[in-house]
């Protein structure tokens, strides 16, 4: 689609300097308009911090990232923390899932104490969610994982590399565009509204839990958090 959506721009508009993307889902679209500002705008947070890491123009450490992304992949965890504990051998092995806790919680100490900045945070953060997202026991989403499958993949990390020379104006927002679009104005609005009336928190809720990290209690088979007892409204 980006090539299309780029002609049609090309031919239709003039003077296009910057671009809003108020339901912005992974980022894709906004990623073929990166020599403009661009705004992000998009309700689940596990996709506004992967906003952050592409588009954000805050400085950060290459070095460090990758350094910290070398140590997680060679980390071999045995103590359980919440991810193990609640979803052991459903949507990810056992020690898949321990890796997965303790890396997100190793992130959110290191930020915490200042020893990553935001842009550092949500660089790793989306790494781990695309590592996970990839080995994930689904079709697609989190509302089933296949009962009985053999964990043939395991975590592996990348290194995001976003673009250098980002629009030092670009802005990630992670509010309800309803609300958003009064007070941004941008020369050109893409806007890609959900396909149906479903939540996308419901069929994402295991990276929203990961991204968010506050480990809420979860129930059922799809281990969902109960959405009217979350600390955060999503
Ligand atoms: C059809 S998807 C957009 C896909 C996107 N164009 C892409 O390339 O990935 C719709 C997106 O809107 C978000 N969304 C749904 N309701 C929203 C709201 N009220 N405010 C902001 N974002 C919302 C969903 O989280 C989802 O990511």
């Given at each position: 689609m980006l090539p299309f959506i780029k002609s049609v721009v090309k031919s239709e508009c003039n003077n296009i300097h910057s671009v809003a993307d108020i339901f912005a889902g992974t980022g894709a679209v906004s990623s073929a308009f990166t020599d403009k500002q661009i705004i992000t705008n998009d309700i689940l947070y596990s996709n506004y911090i992967c906003h952050v890491?592409?588009?954000s123009p805050m400085k950060y450490d290459k070095k460090k990232i990758q350094a910290l992304i070398i140590y997680y992949n060679s980390v071999n965890v045995i103590a359980d923390n919440y991810v193990s504990e609640n979803f052991a051998d459903t949507f990810f092995s056992l020690e898949d899932c321990r890796k997965i806790?303790?890396?997100r919680e190793d992130i959110e100490k290191k930020f915490i104490s200042r020893e990553i900045n935001e842009r550092e945070r949500a660089l790793l953060i989306t790494s781990l969610l695309y590592g996970a997202d990839k080995i994930a026991n689904t079709c697609g989403h989190y509302d089933a994982y296949r009962k009985g499958a053999v964990f043939e993949r395991h975590l592996?990390?990348?290194?995001?590399?976003p673009e250098n020379n980002l629009n030092t104006n670009n802005i990630c927002y992670n509010e309800d565009t309803n609300e958003l679009?009064?007070?941004?104005k941008a020369d050109l609005v893409y806007i890609d509204p959900p396909y149906n009336s479903r939540q996308y928190c419901d069929a994402y809720h295991l990276?929203?839990?990961?991204?968010?990290w506050e480990k809420p209690e979860v129930f059922g088979v799809?281990?969902?958090?109960?959405?009217?007892?979350l600390k955060s409204k999503y």
């Open positions: 890491a592409w588009f806790g303790f890396i592996q990390l990348f290194v995001p590399v679009v009064r007070s941004i990276l929203e839990n990961i991204a968010r799809a281990r969902k958090p109960d959405r009217k007892k």
